[in-house]
């Protein structure tokens, strides 16, 4: 049953709802992007060698039932290939087992020495096909893609400041079983390593479309942003399709490739799509090119999935734009931390500092938030990182409405903080949650009050049911470069007796 919800949803489209992620819709006032950290310039990752890798994938599936899917000796021995070239050029390899359905599977891990161990980039692909064919766009296609950047990882002897991880996943076309396996199986500590995952899963469809998963929800449908950081890592690959004139659109966290497993865990992720079995529209063939009314792999999980159904251009621009990500965030050197507040212990933050405020239950205070659900998660009970966050109201109750805000506004201001001179940026997690008895007058608003106050994100409320989920903002704070200013939050349940829950973690300052 799982596998054929899996074979319905891989088509590059908008898709339900995954539950793990709540749709949000993001206002914020003088909203720039951060100020790019420096980066090693990336490389041209020949197309010949990729196709070459495509070919020797091709020809392990014809000596061995014309597949190389789950249990079948034509997986490990793509597994055993993969690892030979990783193994010759200087990585560390793991072949890690499992098993499902009565087969052993298998997962390949490889590290490039270096870089900060406690900042891991990881990158991966699944390699195993369907039974009925050799699964060469699906997926050998990614799987080729991101071998051949790690092999010119090698090649440049990088040096990277993260960690750089790649993965070539077992048993995909069975639901995600080896990704899973993988990160089930990563103690706490080693998945707070993996500061962002980037997947890449069929990127040569012969009818190609220029899909990139939607870590911010920039288009206010779908699934919703991904866990903070996703829109970073959407971002970096953006701008590399912008560099070639290559216009893209987003897909959904749908829960249909291995990110999967790494989003419901909070892990940073993103990658690129072609697209599938679903149909190419006039639109997209209008900014594409290619044919309208066509999947945009007519061979997906049939026998016809050979080197004959990969487009060039696409694998070429597509493994392109995997090298850009992987030197771009690998190599970039992190931007200075000014100030920062986990919410761990107390720093000085004022609650009601102008004491005008109205709220009669529900004010902010730092603590360990209990979990609230009315129609859905309203206060978050899991933060952004360790067990505090600045929240409205952290008790529970006996009904979700006992410690939600009511009667008006809480406030809530930060210590003075001195910022230097230079570009400065501020980032920090967030949630709005409410029923479907709020109205606009319900808001969470952050302002940065120094010689002029600045409204760096405003969220109102609707007369919807809103869950709550974490979400991430940034602004730059240019303009206050030398001054000493405050952090100041207000929510508000300003409509009446509506349901209002929010939550704000790990504000940050850089430089």
């Avoid at 051949?148 to 076309?173: C, D, I, N, Y």
């Avoid at 997947?199 to 939607?214: C, Q, T």
Wanted: glycine residues 12%; hydrophobic residues 40%; charged residues 15%.
């Amino acid at each position: 049953m799982l596998l054929s919800r899996h074979l319905t949803w891989k088509n590059g489209m908008r898709s339900p709802l995954v539950a793990a992620i709540a749709a949000l819709t993001l206002t914020l006032a003088a909203l720039v992007p951060a100020a790019p950290a420096s980066a090693a310039a990336a490389p041209d990752i020949p197309l010949a060698n990729v196709k070459a890798h495509l070919s020797q994938l091709q020809s392990i599936a014809a000596a061995n039932g014309g597949n190389r899917a789950h249990g079948r000796p034509g997986y490990l021995a793509s597994a055993n290939y993969v690892r030979g070239q990783l193994d010759a050029a200087g990585f560390s390899t793991v072949l890690q087992s499992f098993t499902y359905n009565g087969a052993t599977g298998y997962n390949l891990i490889a590290d490039w020495p270096g870089g900060d161990p406690n900042d891991i980039l990881m990158v991966g692909a699944h390699l195993d096909s369907v039974t009925a064919g050799p699964g060469i766009n699906d997926n050998g296609s990614g799987s080729a893609a991101i071998l051949e950047t790690a092999l010119e990882v090698a090649r440049q002897s990088l040096q990277p400041v993260k960690h750089l991880r790649f993965a070539w996943w077992g048993a995909e076309e069975q639901g995600l079983r080896g990704s899973q396996f993988y990160v089930n199986n990563l103690p706490a500590a080693e998945r707070a390593r993996i500061k962002g995952y980037l997947n890449f899963d069929m990127v040569g469809s012969p009818n190609a479309g220029y899909f990139i998963y939607d870590g911010d929800n920039s288009d206010g449908t779908g699934s919703g942003p991904g866990p903070a950081g996703s829109a970073a890592l959407e971002r970096t690959l953006q701008d590399y399709f912008t560099s070639i004139g290559v216009p893209t659109r987003g897909t959904d966290f749908d829960g249909r490739s291995d990110y999967g497993p790494f989003i419901a865990v909070g892990i940073p992720a993103g990658g690129t799509f072609t697209g599938a079995e679903g149909t190419k529209s006039s639109a997209q063939a209008g900014l594409w090119g290619g044919t309208a009314g066509q999947a945009f792999d007519v061979c997906y999980h049939r026998s016809c999935d050979t080197t004959a159904n990969v487009n060039d251009t696409a694998l070429d621009r597509n493994a392109d734009a995997i090298a850009y990500a992987v030197w771009t965030i690998g190599t970039a050197v992190p931007p200075a931390v000014i100030w920062q507040d986990t919410f761990e212990t107390a720093t000085g933050w004022t609650v009601n500092p102008n004491g005008a405020d109205t709220a009669t239950t529900g004010v902010w205070e730092r603590g360990d938030p209990a979990a609230t659900t009315s129609s859905g998660a309203k206060q978050l009970g899991t933060t952004v990182s360790g067990t505090n966050d600045l929240v409205t109201g952290r008790l529970a109750g006996s009904s979700a409405g006992d410690y939600d805000i009511d009667g008006g506004v809480t406030s809530i201001q930060s210590p003075p903080i001195t910022l230097p001179a230079g570009a400065l940026n501020l980032s920090l997690s967030w949630y709005l949650a409410h029923g479907s008895n709020s109205s606009s007058a319900d808001y969470l608003r952050v302002r940065v009050v120094g010689s002029t106050t600045a409204t760096v994100l405003n969220q109102a409320g609707a007369a919807t049911n809103r869950n709550g989920a974490w979400a991430t903002a940034t602004a730059s704070l240019n303009a206050f470069a030398g001054q000493t200013v405050r952090i100041v939050i207000d929510a508000a349940d300003a409509s009446g007796a509506s349901l209002v829950e929010a939550g704000v973690d790990d504000v940050k300052i850089t430089n």
